[in-house]
């Protein structure tokens, strides 16, 4: 192989840029052969150059001084695994306008100001890849991006984060409350000292607003994104749901209005049916559904997260953007063209389970039905259980506005014979 060698950049050299540096290092006869020409570390940028790493590394790439690795006149790809907004985005962009291809897991800053990087790229007539950004080795975003460009999609829905499909998973199979599923969750290194990102939804939104931004070709950001997390499901909660035949999920969901054509792109738990294919996706697994005009329904499924899983995932997009600058070519630009409007959380359209503890005595599911009546909400199934102080309603809705729905509950509560509304889920799938 006569070709020169391609310099790659490495910032960052934790869990995922470690495992990078190593494949780079063990399979770089492979991704030669598969490349067309070697690839070689140019430096690796980390915080502490002298702590002691179990990597097949020359000590001397590790440096403190990540801009000027970013930028070397030599480094033809900048593979960033840092996180967070700054310092990775000025370091991104600097490579950028230094000629230098980007290869990026960095999920937080393309949610936030992916349309910045994607300008910066296609300005400097460079390549801009984030499969690892998305659901780990999923192959997801390509697919998004490329495969289905010529399709139209109407709608994403996922479960985007194994922490927290851990934590939900462990509730409904053990009985477990949320505190000890996520005891559980941190004992077994699936949840961070700090768990907020994770269990609070903000790491499913960043991920939803990337993937609403490649479906409908419409710049969304993590600003856009409806985020509720999983802190308040209840073990009743999840016990409710299995009386029904339904697990309780965190979904990321992405939507296109057939009649508004907005985009609405949401974060919140959902109770779905057990025969849906996303219930029984168990443990810290990651799975997507993309439903599209042509294509149908397509579901992608594997491990979401993880050193190796993530690493396979920016070492597939090392390949894709170094067989460009081989061969002289530029990945499709990502395009933003449709720009739809992004609606509100209350433009959705959803369904809801509602459990009312109820005064027990005659007149009070009229009340409850009228309340619904009052707000345009169908009410699809009623059910009456207990005595006494015991009393319960159990509704499920037909499909409304999320607003009405929203507005549905405030009302319930106002009423002199509901007790307590125990209970609120929206419900996903048929």
Not at 8 to 32: I, W
Not at 190 to 217: R, S
Not at 288 to 294: I, K, L, R, T, W
Not at 296 to 313: E, I
């Amino acid at each position: 192989m006569s070709k020169r060698p391609l310099k790659v950049a490495l910032l960052g050299c934790g869990v995922v840029g470690s495992e990078v540096a190593r494949l780079m290092t063990t399979t770089a006869d492979d991704l030669a052969a598969r490349v067309g020409a070697p690839l070689e570390l140019a430096g690796i940028a980390v915080r502490r150059p002298n702590r002691v790493r179990d990597l097949p590394v020359d000590p001397g790439l590790f440096t403190t001084d990540a801009l000027g690795l970013a930028t070397r006149p030599d480094v033809d790809v900048v593979i960033e695994v840092i996180g967070g907004i700054e310092p990775a985005r000025s370091l991104l962009l600097a490579g950028l306008a230094n000629g230098a291809s980007v290869v990026t897991a960095n999920k937080a800053l393309l949610a936030e100001d992916g349309a910045t990087l994607h300008a910066a790229a296609e300005k400097h007539g460079a390549d801009l890849y984030y499969e690892a950004a998305v659901a780990g080795a999923i192959p997801l975003l390509r697919p998004l991006r490329e495969s289905l460009v010529g399709d139209k999609v109407k709608r994403v829905l996922g479960i985007v984060n194994g922490t927290t499909n851990f934590i939900l998973d462990r509730m409904d199979s053990t009985g477990a409350g949320f505190a000890d599923a996520l005891d559980e969750a941190t004992a077994l290194g699936y949840a961070e000292a700090d768990p907020t990102a994770d269990i609070e939804g903000f790491d499913a939104a960043a991920k939803a607003a990337i993937l609403a931004g490649l479906a409908f070709h419409t710049k969304v950001t993590a600003a856009d994104v409806y985020r509720e997390g999983i802190t308040e499901v209840t073990a009743a909660d999840v016990a409710s749901a299995r009386e029904l035949n339904s697990v309780v999920k965190l979904l990321a969901i992405c939507e296109l209005d057939p009649i508004s054509e907005a985009v609405t792109a949401r974060v919140h738990p959902a109770m779905i049916p057990r025969s849906h294919p996303l219930a029984g996706v168990r443990e810290a697994y990651n799975a997507v559904f993309v439903e599209s005009e042509a294509a149908g329904q397509l579901m992608f499924y594997g491990p979401g997260a993880g050193g190796a899983p993530t690493a396979s995932a920016v070492l597939g997009d090392l390949v894709a953007v170094c067989r460009n600058k081989v061969n002289g070519g530029r990945a499709p630009a990502v395009s933003s063209y449709a720009d739809l409007r992004v609606g509100s959380m209350g433009e959705a359209r959803t369904r809801y389970h509602i459990s009312l503890d109820v005064d027990d005595k005659a007149g009070v599911l009229a009340q409850v039905a009228l309340v619904f009546a009052d707000h345009e909400v169908s009410i699809q199934t009623v059910r009456q259980s207990g005595r006494g102080d015991d009393a319960r309603l159990v509704i499920s809705t037909h499909v409304a506005t999320d607003a009405a729905l929203a507005a549905t509950v405030e009302s319930l509560r106002a009423l002199d014979t509901v007790r307590d509304v125990a209970s609120v889920m929206r419900v996903e799938g048929e």
